[in-house]
């Protein structure tokens, strides 16, 4: 038995549309926000002088100093050079799980509620 689905062509294209925009532009954007948003504040250089460049595969974040990889999983030195209470146990106080987990699991969250909205 053969099962025939109509689809409306319209809605469709509407939404693929909308997917095109917000895996483009939207995403990534609130991407960079929400990484940049994890990153420690202490002197603002992190922030400052992380950026997002254009891929073949899409979008990367990169931090362009040289303690990015440090930031990145959570760590610091332990105890903390040039000042007090930056660490517990070698890991950052202010983003003790690093940067790019809760950024991942924030895009989960984004993308889950788009595709939610999607009808």
Partial sequence: ???FTNINSRKFRRNVKKAEK???RT???S??????????IDRGNARRKT???KT?????????YAYSGVLDKGLYPN?????QGKTRGGYSKQAPKGMVEPTIKYLRREVRKFI???R
């Fill in 79 to 83: 105890p903390p050079k040039g000042g």
């Fill in 51 to 53: 950026t997002m460049k």
């Fill in 22 to 24: 917000f895996f483009n």
């Fill in 116 to 118: 939610g909205r999607l």
């Fill in 31 to 40: 991407a960079l926000k929400e990484f940049k948003k994890q990153t420690p």
């Fill in 27 to 29: 995403l990534p954007k």
């Fill in 56 to 64: 073949a595969q899409g979008f990367e974040i990169f931090g362009n």
């Fill in 1 to 3: 038995m053969t099962t």
